[in-house]
């Protein structure tokens, strides 16, 4: 199976930036036939897809509520995918999980049961 950890999380003031990993070990792992997702989790609310990227062809998708300020990326030597935001607003505060899907290499909807593995998050939180 695949094994997922999040990196990169902390406290930032509106209007910063961060850059989140996410490191994928198993037998899976590396070869880019799986698309990896990252979600996130504010207190009280669902958890929520934020965007995907498909590491063997590049292509992405982002949910609204991010798009133009969230940048999804693939480093496939590295096993590692990475989401740099930028212009973090406190709405942005929540838990975020990476998370992937084997079996498929096209994108699929950014919901929790098209998903197969997760991490166990990193917290980030935006001061306004």
């Known amino acids: 199976q695949v094994q997922l950890v999040e990196s990169g999380g902390g406290l930032v003031q509106a209007g910063g930036s961060l850059r989140l990993s996410c490191a994928a070990s198993g037998r899976t792992a590396g070869y880019g036939y799986y698309v990896r997702g990252w979600f996130r989790q504010a207190p009280g609310k669902e958890r929520e897809g934020v965007a995907e990227i498909v590491p063997s062809t590049g292509n992405t998708e982002y949910t609204d509520a991010v798009k133009g300020r969230f940048t999804v990326s693939s480093d496939n030597a590295k096993n590692t995918v990475h989401l740099q935001i930028n212009a973090l607003k406190p709405e942005d505060t929540a838990v975020y999980y990476c998370?992937?899907?084997?079996?498929?290499?096209?994108?699929?909807?950014?919901?929790?049961?098209?998903?197969?593995?997760w991490g166990q998050g990193t917290q980030v939180t935006v001061s306004s």
């Open positions: 998370a992937a899907t084997v079996g498929t290499q096209t994108i699929v909807e950014l919901h929790e049961r098209e998903f197969d593995y």
